[in-house]
């Protein structure tokens, strides 16, 4: 056989070999995607009706064969997110399942199709839809009307409370709460000032601008007017976002948190937060809700804003590769069971963890 035959043979089945071992390796790789994101809850999308309009949401309930559990409603922070937060919400929801409970989310209004506007709502706008949401879950007969509870982060520390001041709730788990909008408003720009290594020149013009900025909420200024202030440069402002902004700046939950007390609330507080000044927010709901014992506080020092490991989430790329191979491992160590723990705790009906 001719020389060059053979070499041709071989080069071909060098490539056939290869090609095989890039399949397997793919087959693998798709595998263990599948497998570490499939989830121990089941879920199933609902409708729930609210202010003539529909809330599309996600109902995630416990495999473990009972006919009724009860209930964590998640409340979502800023930002157009949907019921599942891309999927970030679902290694809670398996948490809580394992605790005995199950989970409800929905789409913000305008998010994957839903009708309206997040844009459009107040804090009392979310407030009134959680409550709704509520209502709707407790007339299921799958659902423990005894043990509702909220869980919220964020945007939701002005929600939460709202909320339990429209209808009974067991307990509430907020995350990374906000209390304050312009106190955290400035101490976020500060951080991240901070974090950038900004010069006194930038933190002084940065700060001016923020004044501006409150002056012209206060006065209830239109956003074309926001957009001659700031010389155009708007910086991804919208008027949309605006009107939000307007509607809600004035937000202080330290008005409303006195409904919770008595409430079992488990604060949670990461050590690496450039959003939420914890420090604050754990003074105010210390100085709120600590007499009665009712108020469980946790730090995470390594998490982020989102409790997510501050060594994953400083990188978008091991953020992305971490929730795709191992989704529950982005959480903060112990974040996933401390909250189950909080849930089987006497009085609200939990699973004991192992």
């Not at 809670?92 to 409800?104: C, D, F, Q, R």
């Not at 009307?145 to 001041?165: D, M, Y």
């Not at 004035?250 to 609330?265: C, Y």
Request: glycine share 10%; with cysteine; hydrophobic share 40%.
């Amino acid at each position: 056989m001719c020389p060059k035959v053979r070499s041709r043979r071989r080069g071909l089945r060098i490539t056939l070999w290869l090609l095989i071992a890039l399949l397997f390796t793919a087959a693998g790789l798709v595998g263990a995607v599948l497998w570490q994101n499939s989830y121990d809850v089941t879920e199933r999308r609902v409708s729930i009706r609210h202010g003539g309009h529909t809330l599309n949401g996600v109902l995630a309930t416990p495999r473990d064969g009972r006919e009724q559990h009860g209930l964590i409603v998640y409340v979502h922070g800023d930002g157009p997110i949907g019921a599942t937060h891309a999927g970030g919400y679902r290694p809670m929801w398996e948490a809580n399942a394992k605790a005995g409970y199950a989970s409800l989310s929905w789409d913000k209004p305008g998010v994957a199709g839903a009708p309206g506007d997040w844009l459009s709502q107040s804090m009392d706008d979310r407030a009134d839809e959680a409550a709704a949401a509520i209502a709707w879950a407790r007339a299921r007969p799958d659902v423990d009307p005894a043990r509702i509870g909220l869980w919220g982060a964020s945007q939701a520390g002005w929600v939460l409370p709202k909320v339990a001041a429209r209808t009974p709730v067991s307990f509430v788990i907020a995350v990374s709460p906000a209390v304050n909008w312009l106190r955290q408003g400035r101490y976020n720009l500060l951080a991240e000032l901070r974090a950038d290594g900004a010069s006194a020149a930038r933190v002084e013009a940065e700060t001016a601008r923020s004044e501006t900025t409150r002056r012209l909420l206060e006065r209830r200024a239109p956003f074309e007017e926001y957009a001659r202030a700031t010389g155009g440069d708007v910086r991804g402002m919208t008027a949309r976002r605006w009107g939000f902004i307007s509607r809600n700046f004035t937000a202080d939950a330290t008005r409303d948190l006195p409904v919770l007390r008595g409430v079992p609330v488990l604060l949670v507080l990461a050590g690496h937060d450039v959003n939420v000044d914890t420090a604050d927010t754990e003074r105010v709901y210390r100085g709120v809700l600590e007499t009665g014992g009712a108020l469980t506080v946790e730090r995470y020092p390594d998490a982020n804003h989102s409790l997510v490991k501050q060594s994953i989430g400083e990188s978008e790329l091991t953020t992305a590769l971490v929730a795709l191979f191992r989704p529950r491992s982005l959480f903060a160590d112990g974040f996933l069971a401390d909250q189950r723990r909080f849930l089987a705790e006497p009085g609200r009906g939990g699973t004991t963890p192992p």
